[in-house]
């Protein structure tokens, strides 16, 4: 299903503005959409509707509950669950592919492409979470 949520999303317009009908499908299938928006936000839609702050690039930790809240208590438990995560890593304004987002991640994931004018203003990602831990 991440194939075919990236493909229906490939080709998009800034801002990018998800169907709720894109939005259901991806919730049936926990399916999440990520996606960056003006110059600091990293969207995530879909089985997680949340929004961070990325201004400069953030790493997002994630694991199959949805994101993970960093509040780095020192315990080692959330250490453990920290370390358990998967990242994706938001990066801005990147010169080798020229686009003012990029994504990089070890979670199989499908990519798709977001337009501003004939540029490139966003290289999404679509993933699943069932393909992740708890």
């Known amino acids: 299903m ?3 949520i990236a493909e229906m ?3 998009s317009k800034y801002p990018l503005e998800i169907t709720e009908e894109i939005i259901a499908l991806a919730k049936e299938n926990n399916v999440v959409i990520v996606f960056g928006a003006c110059d600091d936000l990293m969207e995530f839609r879909g089985a997680i509707d949340e929004e961070i702050g990325a201004y400069n690039g953030v790493f997002a930790r994630i694991n ?3 994101l993970f809240d960093d509040h780095d208590c020192g315990c080692e438990y959330a250490l ?3 370390n358990a995560c998967s990242q994706i890593r938001a990066i801005w304004n990147n010169k080798d592919r020229k686009c003012s987002w ?3 991640t070890d979670i199989p994931h499908t990519e798709f492409t977001v337009f501003e ?3 490139v203003f966003c290289y999404g990602i679509v993933f699943s979470l069932d393909n992740l831990t708890p």
Do not use: R, S
């Open 2 to 4: 991440i194939n075919e």
């Open 9 to 11: 999303l490939d080709n």
């Open 64 to 66: 199959k509950n949805g």
């Open 80 to 82: 453990a669950a920290k």
């Open 102 to 104: 990029l994504y990089k």
């Open 117 to 119: 004018g004939n540029d």
